[in-house]
């Protein structure tokens, strides 16, 4: 389907540069894995909006773009995350009504019944746990964890040093174990590390 | 993978597929924008020699503006004539002032024009979050057509609020003199030099340009070759001028300078080419007036709880910022800005639209006066402020102001309002995308 498919991310921004019409085969590349993120992030109804407003950013700042950088994702996971910034209420509303779950459920295995009411919703418990965490704590733990960035990309993303990230991260894990603590084997695991 | 990390991987919601059809729309919306920077405008059937060109199959032409038509608007608006050169401070906007007629055509073929005045606030902050109003919406006919029912429930949308990056604000260029500036215009590379001349000048034109800029520009772009110059051009005011014109895609379009000052009037483009422009040779497709322009020190008061729609435009990453504010708080000082109505003294008095808001201020109960709490976004922790059972989006600090007024931010109220979803706050697209 796409053309030019040899030519890595930085070469696509770069000729979108003085061929716009180009930047179309970035959107072919990576919407489906932005729109997918968004779609974790904000369920589906706002998914479609937001992947397709991240590429017209994107399109809009791709002169700012580190041409040094073979791999357009993290950058797209950046702007990403400040489209969906703009969401914020209805992110937290949607967390809040996926932690609900159990909490209007007797607890034990009705619970895990719960958990697969939809496999489109987040446990209840994680949901939860997002909940407690900052938006800028927030952002860093999913595009770890569910974008599969890595910290230098993650740091790249959301325009921090990798420094930050590293602090960020630790915070936000001391406050996820928290939350998380009591309700799950896990906490076993997390106890091994001291 | 830290154990904490790794149980949200493991445990990640499944994620429906990008739908076929938002898909084609999105990267059709894209393509467009990409067409209308690189040409100005477009027309319906560019795009499919665009995406041929790609090799990609793209089977509908969605939401694709033309051009437009009209001008009977043209007398009583007189004071923006003459034209001083503001010059935005630190913090203050250009309130831009346009009226405007274009061609739209959506995806299943219905086409007409559109009439509005527009309204843009373009902040002094190159990577700033422009603002855009357009109102006094009305929907007109396809040259030689006639007016399809269901677009007159279009005008009911009678405001739209918008925002986008990237319209050139100030400074725009940097020099008055028409030899740097046409050095300014050819710094593209390419194959079409000249071409891409003539899209940066209608790029810099969209902006903001102080007078004395807009005299260069009209003498750097009489240079690109290819350019015919006409006498007597009217703009959508009925204001003459010297037309500069290029046939782009079967349609002439003549930017329009005052024959004395050379000042900027106003844009005329007409069907050229029926075969190009899908119109009658001579039909007017697009027609504009640069009514006036202003300094301000605010934007004005939003008639919605939400406040205005914004955009993050980047700009230069700060790493010294504080390590836990996000990008975006770091982007974007002006976002925590008091949104205080103020009524700057330059206000133009002879609009009482936009001005209303600006120089009666009207405090939005649901807006009280801003926490201070708010202008820390690192003092308090959403942890808490959550579990407040009432208005936790006001007792929280939110760095990102929240979409506006045409962008619902709750997910059902999105799907139920098709026509907001269009992606429009997303920026500001040069032309309207009337859609279903």
Redesign the interface.
């Known amino acids: ?3 030019q498919e040899h030519l890595d991310d930085s070469a696509l921004v770069g000729q ?6 180009r ?3 970035l ?2 590349r990576h ?2 894995e932005i ?3 968004a ?2 992030r ?8 937001v ?3 991240v ?3 994107a ?3 791709r002169h ?1 773009y580190d041409l040094g950088r073979p791999d357009a994702r993290p950058w797209l996971y ?1 702007i990403a ?3 969906i ?6 992110e ?3 967390n ?1 009504a996926m932690a609900k779950v159990t909490v209007e459920r007797p607890a034990g295995f009705e619970e895990r019944s719960a958990d697969r009411v939809s ?5 209840p418990r ?1 949901a939860r746990a997002l ?6 704590e927030r ?1 860093l ?2 595009l ?3 974008a ?1 960035l890595t910290y230098e990309e993650a740091a790249h993303a ?4 990798v ?2 990230v590293r ?3 630790h915070r ?2 001391v ?3 928290r939350a ?1 603590g009591g309700i ?1 084997p ?1 906490t076993a ?2 106890s091994d ?1 001291g | 993978m830290d154990d904490e990390i790794r149980v949200f991987a493991e445990g990640r919601p499944q994620a429906g597929t990008y739908g076929e059809e938002a898909r084609e729309r999105a990267r059709e919306r894209l393509l467009g924008e990409a067409v209308r920077g690189r040409r100005g405008f477009r027309l319906p059937r560019l795009s499919l020699q665009v995406a041929a060109a790609f090799g990609v199959t793209v089977a509908l032409v969605g939401g694709v503006a033309v051009a437009l038509t009209g001008g009977e608007e043209g007398a009583g608006r007189t004071a923006s004539a003459s034209m001083e050169e503001p010059t935005p401070g630190p913090g203050q906007f250009v309130r831009k002032e346009t009226m405007r007629m274009f061609a739209f055509g959506t995806a299943d073929g219905r086409r007409g024009l559109e009439r509005n005045k527009e309204t843009k606030w373009l902040p002094a902050d190159p990577y700033g979050s422009v603002l855009t109003l357009a109102e006094d919406r009305r929907i007109l006919p396809w040259p030689g057509e006639s007016k399809p029912p269901e677009m007159a429930a279009w005008e009911k949308e009678t405001k739209r609020w918008s925002a986008g990056c990237g319209y050139p604000g100030f400074p725009a260029i940097p020099s008055s003199d028409p030899e740097a500036l046409r050095g300014v215009l050819y710094q593209d590379a390419g194959a079409d030099r000249d071409g891409n001349a003539w899209n940066r000048a209608e790029w810099l034109l969209r902006g903001y340009l102080p007078e004395s800029g807009q005299r260069a520009l009209f003498h750097a772009m009489r240079a690109i070759p290819g350019v015919a110059e006409a006498q007597g051009v009217a703009d959508a005011q009925g204001r003459t001028g010297v037309g500069l014109g290029k046939v782009v895609d079967g349609t002439l379009l003549q930017y329009i300078f005052d024959p004395q000052t050379q000042r900027y009037l106003g844009l005329r483009g007409t069907a050229a080419d029926p075969e190009g422009s899908r119109a009658p040779k001579d039909a007017v497709l697009l027609l504009t007036a640069e009514l006036g322009v202003t300094v301000v020190d605010t934007l004005p008061t939003p008639d919605s709880p939400d406040g205005f729609p914004t955009m993050d435009c980047g700009g230069p990453k700060d790493a010294t910022g504080d390590p836990d504010a996000s990008p975006s708080e770091q982007a974007r000082p002006d976002a925590e800005q008091d949104p205080r109505p103020s009524a700057p003294a330059d206000a133009p008095a002879q609009d009482p639209r936009p001005t209303a808001s600006v120089t009666q201020p009207d405090p939005d109960p649901a807006q009280p006066d801003p926490d201070p709490s708010r202008r820390d976004p690192a003092q308090s922790d959403p942890a808490q402020s959550d579990s407040a059972p009432s208005r936790p989006d006001s007792a929280q600090p939110d760095p990102e102001p929240t979409a506006g007024a045409d962008r619902p931010v709750e997910a059902p109220e999105v799907s139920a309002v098709p026509d907001a979803r269009a992606g429009r706050s997303a920026g500001e697209p040069e032309v309207a995308e009337p859609r279903e």
């Not at chain 1, 979108?16 to 019409?21: D, G, N, R």
């Not at chain 1, 910034?85 to 209805?90: C, I, P």
């Not at chain 1, 909940?131 to 800028?136: E, Q, V």
């Open positions: 389907m796409v053309v979108s540069l003085s061929e716009p019409e930047f179309a085969a959107f072919d919407a489906e729109h997918r993120y779609a974790r904000l369920g589906p109804e706002l998914a479609e909006d992947a397709g407003e590429f017209l950013v399109f809009r700042v700012r950046g995350t400040k489209v910034a703009q969401h914020r209420r209805a937290r509303r949607r809040a496999a489109e919703s987040l446990q994680l909940t407690r965490l900052k938006p800028a952002d733990l999913l770890l964890a569910w599969d959301l325009g921090v040093p420094g930050t602090s960020r991260l936000l894990r406050k996820v174990r998380l799950d896990f695991e997390e590390r």
